[in-house]
């Protein structure tokens, strides 16, 4: 949030709304979970059937892995930047492009 201070302080001089600017940092975020979780649920897939094939009577599928797992990540990937977002949209735009 730091790097993106001088970015928030000119958004904010230009009249953005600090619920626009928290929802703008939740979605970043939440989009490079998402982007982390169709790369590797793809993967994990294939490498849990390829060591499923491997060993004989090892059972490696299980949905709620494939389902709870990534719902969490998401999950903390959001709370994780709920507050910064939420500092950083309180912060007048004044003292934001002083910073630097």
């Known amino acids: ?3 993106r201070t001088r970015e928030i302080g000119i958004q904010m001089a ?3 709304e600090p619920l626009r600017i928290v929802w703008q940092i939740v979605f970043g975020a939440s ?3 998402m982007i982390g979780i169709a790369v ?3 993967m994990c897939l294939v490498l849990s059937r390829l060591a499923e094939s491997s060993m004989l009577r090892i ?3 299980e949905w709620s892995a ?3 797992n990534p719902a969490l990540l ?3 990937a959001i709370a994780s930047c709920l507050l910064p977002a939420r500092r950083a949209a309180g ?3 004044m003292v934001s492009l002083r910073q630097d």
Do not use: C, H, R, W
Request: aromatic content about 8%; hydrophobic content about 55%; overall charge neutral.
């Open 14 to 16: 230009l009249g953005a």
């Open 40 to 42: 590797a649920l793809p």
């Open 74 to 76: 998401l999950l903390v």
């Open 91 to 93: 912060v007048g735009p």
């Open 31 to 33: 989009k490079q979970a």
């Open 59 to 61: 059972e490696t599928f």
């Open 66 to 68: 494939y389902v709870l």
């Open 1 to 3: 949030m730091t790097q």
